[in-house]
């Protein structure tokens, strides 16, 4: 008897850079029973790679048609999205998405709606596009403390800091370049002010940790006020700017997360990260050690991780979430001060304060000053230091200070 194979349906809500990525992998691979039934975007006017035909400009149609298995939110727009998962999971709807947005800022609600209506959640595409993070936190490190996981985490800032590190390109242009790659969010102060990869540090949280922390909690500084000056300094120490994001445990179940420009070293896993791609270091207690590297933006890569949440989900994966019953982890800001580079367009009198600098650099146009901090203290500050301006990079204590400081004096010495 010859079995009948039915094909999956999918529901697709966008059609953009990722939508049209997950839409050539599936249309490239027939055999593996899944179609596209339906597309729903928004602009009627746009000029599309498929027939008009093909198109619903209504969410409602996708969303109340009963022939689709599955639905993927793709969309650029975070209320849209917010109402659409909300929907689909109140019908008991099995849905994937890539929003790290709306994820970041609505995980319990998403939780219990899956609770309460059956339906299912994925979003492995929304932390680091194709690098399968979620799904080896969940699976692999379901049962084992982790230390510490810290990576780079937003493809757009990564490439722009290549640019600025290799080319010498000015920021401007490299954040265009970013942004006609299709890797930059449709609002690009989300990837350059350090949200993105603080939205996805915290979807992190929830699979490494159990911690469900809001974004407004957590220290976060993007790579917008980058000045020439600092990349400078760190070539000349032999360091690369990364935008890293970090969480980190210590023994007593301590969690304090934060996402910083910092001067990483030729040793460290992620000084290779370049251009698009991301990297996120795994530190297990009983594991060690493990690096994951790939494309952390862009049409295909991210297409691939829908699709793979896509199969996963047809096969009946969900999330368990191993973590979120069992831990007695709270999130904090650790006592121990952090050497920083601040790097201010004008005095820094003001802001610093009580701050004892290590090193303080003046000129007619810039101010440059390295400090230990508290990150309590940072925190308070750190609207008010994005308000003026100022860069801020971490040297870590794997970045030995003495050359710094040495280099410090010499580079800025030049601005004079
Ligand atoms: N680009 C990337 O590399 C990555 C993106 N993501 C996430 O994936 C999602 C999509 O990003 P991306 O593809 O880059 O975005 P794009 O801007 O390229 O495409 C967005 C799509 O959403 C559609 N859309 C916007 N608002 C609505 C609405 N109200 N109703 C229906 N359709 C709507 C647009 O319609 P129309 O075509 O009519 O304008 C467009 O097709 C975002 O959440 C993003 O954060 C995640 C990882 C990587
Ligand atoms: N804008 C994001 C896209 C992927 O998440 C990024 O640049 O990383």
């Given at each position: 008897m010859k079995i009948q194979k039915f094909k999956k349906r999918i529901g697709l809500i966008g059609f953009g850079c990722v939508g049209q990525g997950l839409y050539d992998i599936v249309a490239a691979n027939p055999h593996l029973g899944l179609e596209i039934g339906r597309i729903c975007v928004k602009d009627k006017d746009k000029p599309r790679t498929l027939p008009a035909a093909a198109f619903t400009f209504d969410v409602q149609e996708v969303l109340q048609d009963t022939s689709?298995?599955?639905?993927a939110e793709l969309i650029s727009e975070p209320d849209e999205a917010?109402?659409?998962?909300?929907?689909?999971?109140?019908?008991?709807?099995?849905?994937?998405s890539a929003n790290k947005k709306v994820i970041a800022e609505n995980l319990p609600e998403f939780i219990s709606l899956q609770q309460r209506y059956g339906g299912v959640l994925l979003y492995e595409a929304s932390v680091c596009g194709s690098i399968p993070i979620l799904r080896t936190l969940e699976a692999y490190y379901g049962s084992e403390p982790l230390l510490e996981v810290r990576g780079v985490l937003n493809g757009s800032s990564n490439y722009i800091?290549?640019?600025?590190?290799?080319?010498?390109?000015?920021?401007?242009?490299?954040?265009?370049?970013?942004?006609?790659?299709?890797?930059a969010e449709a609002d690009p102060a989300l990837d350059v002010e350090g949200i993105d990869a603080l939205h996805k540090l915290c979807i992190v949280a929830a699979h490494a940790y159990g911690l469900l922390v809001h974004p407004s909690q957590v220290l976060h500084f993007g790579i917008s006020h980058i000045t020439a000056e600092a990349i400078d300094l760190a070539d000349a120490v032999g360091a690369r700017i990364k935008l890293v994001g970090t969480i980190r445990s210590d023994n007593a179940g301590n969690v304090s997360l934060q996402v910083i420009p910092t001067l990483v070293v030729a040793e460290d896993?992620?000084?290779?990260?370049?251009?698009?791609?991301?990297?996120?270091?795994?530190?297990?207690?009983?594991?060690?050690q493990q690096f994951l590297k790939g494309r952390g933006a862009g049409s295909h890569p991210t297409g691939s991780a829908v699709w793979a949440d896509i199969s996963a989900a047809v096969?009946?994966?969900?999330?368990?979430?191993?973590?979120?019953?069992?831990?007695?982890?709270?999130v904090v800001q650790p006592e121990e001060p952090i050497t920083v580079l601040l790097h201010a367009p004008q005095s820094l009198t003001a802001l610093l304060g009580s701050l004892q600098p290590i090193a303080v650099h003046k000129t007619e146009v810039s101010n440059q000053v390295i400090v230990k901090v508290q990150q309590e203290k940072l925190l308070e500050h750190q609207e008010l230091l994005k308000e003026q301006g100022v860069f801020v990079a971490h040297l870590p204590e794997s970045m030995?200070?003495?050359p710094v400081l040495e280099k410090f004096t010499a580079v800025t010495a030049l601005l004079v």
């Open positions: 689709l298995d599955i639905l917010l109402k659409i998962i909300r929907a689909a999971l109140q019908q008991g709807k099995t849905i994937v800091l290549s640019k600025l590190h290799q080319e010498k390109v000015g920021y401007a242009a490299a954040l265009e370049q970013a942004q006609a790659l299709g890797f896993a992620l000084y290779d990260v370049e251009a698009e791609f991301n990297g996120v270091e795994v530190n297990a207690q009983f594991a060690g096969r009946g994966y969900r999330y368990t979430y191993p973590k979120l019953c069992v831990t007695n982890a709270s030995p200070l003495a």
